[in-house]
């Protein structure tokens, strides 16, 4: 009997590296020096675009890869340590994992396929449908436990394979873009229900997904990556807000991206040519002033929700004279995409009362909504 460890964290990663050999002898690091914790209850989100390494990650801690180094812990028991030879097989590492796919047996109902992996654990056939028929219940599809997959929707079919993944009480769920074969409203319910399902059940998530919108709903902390590596780890808002790279500000949320230079330092402020003028920056914080000089190349992201837009001059810093070139209705915003000079700046409006294109309009940014980079 595998013992758990309730001081150490549901999921342990130390320095987990996993490579693999393309055709022609070269190798690619699909996971590159990974350490992080997650702790019981929490939700964590794996975030990045294809081939970063996120589902790669995922199928380390579960034991569908083994890694070339590093350390995995689940409850507090070693799975995988590459130094001591460690390697615990899947279904001996305590977790439970919702696959992209349903994965569901075609030729038994929604109960028996939750039944399934719960009997599998030796579980009385008694205990087994109770476990089910709650777990069914738990994912609103209680009153489908006797339908077979082919009579099942997709997103039932998804909502099955959540109960299936919940009926293990295990401390610790994968999900690998689960959400991805619904469609767009589905998921949305899906999101929040399955969200609002962790956190009565407690157990530890880690979530892949490509989807930035996906991932701000339901994480407690998103960790980003790119290449193989993470780049930075946070709640959705301090991801969002405080980019710790350009690369973090440009894949989260959209933006607009300025280079320039700059030819001023002015106390907590740095000016920069840009195609949009001078662009007044506060400093950020995590970059000392000796850090940065004049001649230095930066890069700027600005939030298109940062850009307060106007039909009238706005005589304030950072107020520039454009055209409306392109508009937008999404219902509850307006998009613009508005020229200044070889500039093309894109900004939202909570203004309803669309600028028609064409129309002389007036920019103005708050130096601290701008985040600064250097390009090295």
Known sequence: ??????????????????????????????????SLDIAAGEFVVLLGPSGCGKTTLLRCIAGLENPDQGRIEINGVCVFDADKGILVP???????????????????????????????????????????????????????????????SGGQQQRVALARSLATRRRVVLFDEPLSNVDAQVREQL??????????????????THDQVEAMQLADRVAVMRSGEVCQVGSAQQIYDQPD?????????????LRGVVTEIRGGQVCVDTDLGNVW???????????????????LIIRPEAVALSTSPHPS?????????????????????????????????????MITEGTSVWLTIRPDDIHLFKVV
């Not at 790279?245 to 440009?250: D, E, F, I, L, Q």
Request: aromatic fraction near 8%; proline fraction near 4%.
């Open 1 to 34: 009997m595998v013992q758990h460890d309730a001081n150490h964290p549901p999921v342990r990663l130390r320095n987990v590296t996993k490579t693999f050999r393309r055709h022609g002898g070269a190798t690619v690091r699909a996971v590159d020096d990974v």
């Open 90 to 152: 899947p279904e001996r590492r305590q977790l439970a994992m919702m696959f992209q796919s349903y994965a569901l047996w075609p030729h038994m109902t929604a109960r028996q396929n939750v039944e399934y992996v719960v009997r599998g654990r030796g579980t009385s056939k008694r205990a087994a449908h109770d476990i089910s028929d709650e777990s069914l219940g738990m994912a609103r599809v209680g009153d489908l436990a006797d339908q077979y997959p082919a009579q099942l």
């Open 191 to 208: 999101r929040e229900e399955l969200r609002a399902l962790q956190r009565q059940r407690g157990f530890a998530a880690v979530y892949v």
């Open 245 to 257: 790279s350009a690369y973090v500000a440009g894949f989260v949320g959209q933006s607009n991206d």
């Open 281 to 299: 920056v506060d400093r950020p914080s995590r970059l000392p002033l000796t850090d940065l000089a004049a001649a230095d190349n930066v890069q």
């Open 317 to 353: 810093p950072n107020t520039w004279k454009g055209e409306a070139a392109a508009t937008m209705f999404t219902g509850s915003h307006v998009e613009y995409r508005v020229a200044v000079g070889e500039a093309r700046i894109a900004c939202w409006s909570a203004n309803r009362a």
